[in-house]
RNA sequence: GCGGGCGUAGCCAAGUGGUUAAGGCAGUGGUUUGUGGUACCACCAUUCGUGGGUUCAAGUCCCAUCGUCCGCCCCA
């Protein structure tokens, strides 16, 4: 048998009901704020990611879903949105309508990682960006809004991780602090870490290894080493989110995998995950844009990942299957082709409709439509066919009327009215 | 990429070398051939992820492989 690829999955109907949950929340709440949807390709250019991300981060270095097309253009297909989004944002002058860009997207993402329950290798994300602003309010106001749909999905027990991993030039003052301070400690790192006291020192930081992780208790920390400036954007935006009543905790070490962040830099995490904990991930990137080939322009982001939001929603009560108002049972030639008439009349004028289309004895066909948790039956056998009526039953009472089958149409909003009833009840 | 656990029907599972692979849920048919929710009865895996091997004999042991889960790594 022909399966799934390794770290992809089928997302089965009674799993949809959370994702169109999730997306209609964030329709609703960023539209509110008045943020754009934006469709970019799911592959670019190799080049994009490469610059965009980082050539000495994992996910460039190892993790790209890279292939040449014909022609031997290198293509990637896109391991997280933000370079795409502005790709887009460059190359159709969104830039030049003015002020700032307020958009968000969503769509499958791919990474070549080792899957584990919330990773997979086709992932997806929602993810917003606000371009064009470097006050410190755009950071507050997207933390805001991912704090808001997280909210109105009814999670609880969330905390969100903040830290500023300033401009360019105080991550590499501070880059010398750190690395002067470790260099003693060297041989006691372990042994990633000692790779990334050359490469990447900032990673050492958020190392999960016990004797690591006590060296780096006591290294100097970001926030000391900040420019003025960068200081009081941090600052600022903290005072914004006390403002807002939004709970933070200061992590001096988090440090963004991708090259790109700047400035803020913030984690929404779960306990209820396991080891991919993070939710929500995100920060300023004030050179992208630049490094991409458009105007200086400074912007704010997040991405929320869509599978492991989902297993924490599950993790709450579980959304209820619509179930239909009317079901239709039938029998016999005749019968059956009026009740499939009949169906799509009804549907037509909003009522929700279940056709049984088994044929089978009538006593089955009323089973299925206790399970179906359907309101009400119509029954339409030979005799009912006969005459162009209907049997209406309700099936709590057990109640049931004959009804001409074009009376049943003039009835309808009577019929609309007691159903609501019986279905809240 | 590294280390470990697991894989028996649509789902939850018992079974740990010996003739026909428990049980429950769901499904299908019947008791009730035009009236449901209950009850009862019957049916529902020639086969245990896949491929090899050991053995008189394998779901059970060994090897490989695929998948999944946990941790590392990485990140949303």
Same mark, same amino acid.
């Given at each position: ?251 001096? %070490? !988090? =440090?963004? /995998? ?10 929404? *995490?779960?306990?209820?995950? +396991?080891? @991919? ?99 009400? %039956? !119509? =029954?339409? /056998? ?10 209406? *039953?309700?099936?709590?009472? +057990?109640? @049931? ?25």
């Amino acid at each position: 048998m022909i399966q799934a690829l390794r770290g992809t999955r089928d997302i089965l109907p009674e799993e949809v009901v959370y994702w169109q949950l999730i997306e209609a929340t964030v329709a609703e709440i960023l539209g509110r704020a008045v943020y754009r949807e934006i469709r970019a390709p799911i592959f670019e250019q190799t080049a994009l990611f490469e610059r965009g991300i980082g050539e000495a981060t994992d996910v460039v270095g190892k993790e790209m879903y890279t292939f040449s097309s014909r022609g031997d253009q290198s293509i990637t297909l896109r391991p997280e949105g933000t370079a795409g989004v502005v790709r887009a944002y460059i190359q159709n002058k969104l830039y030049a309508q003015g002020g700032v860009q307020r958009l968000w997207y969503t769509g499958p993402m791919f990474r070549y990682e080792r899957p584990q329950a919330g990773r997979q290798r086709q992932f997806h994300q929602v993810g917003l960006e606000l371009l064009g602003c470097d006050a410190p309010r755009a950071d507050a106001e997207v933390i805001a809004l991912a704090n808001n749909i997280l909210q109105t999905l009814g999670l609880q027990n969330l905390e969100m991780d903040i830290n500023s991993v300033g401009n360019g030039e105080d991550r590499q003052n501070y880059r010398a602090a750190l690395v002067g301070y470790l260099e003693p400690y060297k041989n006691d790192l372990d042994a990633d870490s000692q790779e990334r006291l050359i490469r990447n020192p900032l990673r050492i930081l958020d190392s999960k290894d016990p004797q690591t992780q006590e060296i780096a208790q006591n290294a100097p920390k970001i926030t000391e080493h900040l420019s003025v400036a960068s200081k009081n954007h941090f600052d600022t935006v903290l005072q914004l989110l006390r403002d807002l009543n939004i709970k933070y905790q200061i992590n001096h %070490c !988090l =440090v963004r /995998g991708l090259d790109y962040y700047t400035h803020t830099a913030f984690e929404i *995490k779960s306990n209820d995950l +396991g080891a @991919q904990a993070t939710v929500c991930g995100g920060g300023r990137y004030d050179g992208l844009v630049k490094e991409l080939g458009g105007p200086e322009t400074q912007a704010v982001g997040w991405a929320i990942g869509m599978e492991r939001l989902v297993l924490l929603l599950q993790q709450l009560d579980s959304i209820a299957v619509n179930s239909p108002d009317l079901y239709i049972v039938s029998r016999g030639v005749a019968a059956e082709a009026q009740g499939l008439l009949l169906a799509q009349k009804l549907r037509s004028l909003d009522l929700g409709v279940e056709l049984d289309l088994s044929g089978s004895a009538f006593g089955k066909q009323f089973k299925r439509a206790d399970r179906s948790g359907a309101v009400a %039956c !119509l =029954v339409i /056998g030979d005799a009912e066919a006969e005459n162009q009526s209907v049997n209406l *039953k309700w099936l709590a009472s +057990g109640e @049931q009327q004959a009804i001409a089958q074009k009376d049943l149409l003039d009835m309808v909003a009577e019929l609309k009215a007691k159903i609501k009833g019986l279905k809240s009840s």
